[in-house]
């Protein structure tokens, strides 16, 4: 089965497509549409945006223009990350759901545990409240599923042991020569799927010698061998492109790497200047 066809089964029994379009950094208007149209144009069905990259509102109208079944389209937002209210999380997801013109979410994420001017901060009441808000949201039926974003494994057992529903999601970096082993080994422990945004390390590791190298070796380009790592690591990536060439691309990425090669691209240590 070719992998825009594959799913994760949630932990509710929700099923969400194994790779998505990123659309962080794409601005909102006619970038963001034409490259979310191209998306579904293309076979993808997850579309992943998020109230801060202000961007909702053409990935809704690309949706909607599609003519493609709204259910047929898996469609991810986030609480932006200074909003640690109940009442303000609330508040916030209206105005998403108004921004897509939608009636429902399919997943909803917190999109990070402190806000994104003070990384770090102590969140953890925050946190919950805003969780808390969306369990509500989830129990109405106006959202299929919820989760978090660049949370660790300490931020999600916050969660989890003051919340009803454990995480059905937690969206982090995730790319060769990143280490998120530990938060990646929780997930899975606590059946909570992990979804890769930037899987090609912000573009910095389409450049990397070495995965040129095994790129070669496959008769593929280095973003194919980035996005097949993430899903062989049983990750959902989330590659974003405007460029309709290479979102065709991000989806040919039905072939193994073998296990020694996994293991050589394990070795590469990431840039972390370039990385924040």
Request: glycine content about 6%; aromatic content about 10%; overall charge negative.
């Amino acid at each position: 089965m070719k992998i825009l066809n594959q799913t994760f089964t949630l932990s509710n029994g929700v099923q969400m497509p194994k790779i998505g379009l990123g659309t962080w950094q794409v601005k909102n208007g006619d970038e963001a549409y034409h490259s979310v149209l191209l998306a579904l144009k293309h076979g993808y069905r997850h579309i992943d945006t998020a109230e801060g990259y202000q961007n909702e509102e053409s990935v809704g109208r690309a949706v909607r223009d599609s003519l493609i079944p709204r259910e047929e389209i898996f469609v991810t937002s986030k609480l932006e990350s200074h909003i640690k209210t109940y009442e303000g999380a609330l508040e916030a997801f209206d105005k998403t759901l108004k921004a897509l013109q939608f009636d429902y979410l399919d997943l909803f994420l917190i999109h990070a545990p402190w806000p994104w001017s003070e990384i770090g901060k102590d969140c953890r009441t925050g946190n919950v409240l805003a969780y808390k808000a969306m369990e509500k949201l989830y129990k109405e039926g106006k959202i299929r599923a919820i989760g978090v974003s660049n949370f660790s494994p300490s931020d999600m057992d916050n969660i989890i042991e003051h919340c009803e529903i454990v995480p059905h999601v937690n969206q982090i970096g995730y790319f060769i020569g990143i280490d998120q082993k530990a938060t990646l080994d929780y997930c899975h422990a606590k059946n909570i799927v992990v979804e890769a945004y930037s899987p090609l390390g912000i573009g910095y590791l389409l450049s990397n010698p070495d995965i040129g190298t095994i790129a070669k070796k496959y008769h593929v380009s280095p973003a194919q061998i980035c996005i097949r790592y993430c899903i062989q690591k049983n990750t959902a990536p989330l590659p974003k492109s405007t460029h309709e060439d290479r979102i065709i691309q991000n989806t040919q990425v039905d072939f193994e790497i073998k296990a020694e090669d996994m293991a050589f691209l394990d070795t590469i240590k990431g840039d972390p200047r370039r990385w924040d």
